[in-house]
Nanobody
């Protein structure tokens, strides 16, 4: 099994910053893409940012220039630095990874989700 543990959410004033972390552990052979999604009340879950195994990144237009995604492959951890936060960034943020695990002699690719961490931007 693969587990994702998120941390770093909380309450912050508009214009403030937060840093989210997500550490993966368990039966992991290789982590491919890592990313963050968010879901606001009454809304669909949306992609915030993604980082490939080679370090390539992509961002939602709404967070470009304010959020930065990074990863530490030695720690199987992905980060999301969020600056200049706005009330519309309020949501539950979910970590997501595409990883390979070994099952006997074969390699199995699968997708995994974290439990979610609440980010609230309010004065």
């Amino acid at each position: 099994q693969v587990q994702l543990v998120e941390s770093g959410g909380g309450l912050v004033q508009p214009g403030g910053s937060l840093r989210l972390s997500c550490a993966a552990s368990g039966n992991i052979f290789r982590i491919n893409a890592m990313g963050w999604y968010r879901q606001a009340p009454g809304e669909q879950r949306e992609l915030v940012s993604i980082i490939t195994s080679g370090g390539g990144t992509n961002y939602a237009d709404s967070v470009k220039g304010r959020f930065t995604i990074s990863r530490d492959n030695a720690k199987n951890t992905v980060y999301l630095q969020m600056n200049s936060l706005k009330p519309e960034d309020t949501a539950v943020y979910y970590c997501h990874i595409n990883a390979d695990r070994r099952s006997g002699f074969i390699t199995v690719n699968d997708l995994y989700w974290g439990q979610g961490t609440q980010v609230t931007v309010s004065s």
